[in-house]
């Protein structure tokens, strides 16, 4: 299906949401999950090879293992690296967060906003990939008609899938 507007994309959402077949509300929460996970393998494997304690890596082994299982939920239909792609997303989007929170709270605003907009770009990238709005034959057509004239206007493609992103996904749904 070619999505047309930002308005066809919402109500294709909404109706999904109404058919209770996605609650994008929690899928966001898990995705959060999935990046802590992520960085739990990492610290893992980096306290494995500081420490010289392989037991470590089991620990390692059983969070990839849960991560795995809850990735499951939102990477659906995967084809091709669309797995890895999404998991590199999300730990990209996950650890930028976290060195643009060490340059806040270092009083560098400017460069902290550069790695906040730089991570929510490659979040909005896992949802679009994940979301469908990208398939294997290419992109499908996004153009600015998309965007409320209200919206600032996006750079890029990367730009209008955050926008879209902004507009379909509320973690404050309960």
Not at 39 to 64: C, I, M, V, W
Not at 113 to 133: C, H, T
Not at 157 to 163: T, V
Request: charged content about 30%.
């Amino acid at each position: 299906m070619t999505i047309k507007n930002y308005q066809a994309l919402a109500e294709q959402i909404n109706n999904l949401k109404k058919q209770d077949k996605m609650d994008l509300s929690s899928d966001q929460d898990l995705s959060i999950a999935i990046m802590n996970l992520i960085s739990l393998e990492e610290h893992f494997f980096f306290t494995a090879e500081k420490t010289g304690k392989p037991s470590y890596l089991d620990l390692l082994n059983q969070t990839r293992q849960i991560r795995k299982d809850l990735l499951k939920k939102i990477v659906k239909d995967y084809e091709g690296e669309v797995w890895c792609v999404s998991k590199h997303l999300l730990a990209a989007s996950m650890r930028l967060m976290e060195v643009g929170t060490k340059q806040l709270g270092q009083n560098k605003k400017s460069e902290a906003e550069d790695l906040f907009k730089k991570a929510f770009d490659l979040y909005s990238l896992f949802w679009a990939v994940n979301l469908g709005m990208i398939d294997t034959t290419g992109l499908k057509k996004l153009d600015d008609g998309m965007l409320n004239k209200r919206d600032e206007q996006p750079t890029g493609l990367m730009g209008k899938f955050s926008a879209v992103v902004k507009k379909v996904i509320d973690c404050c749904i309960e």
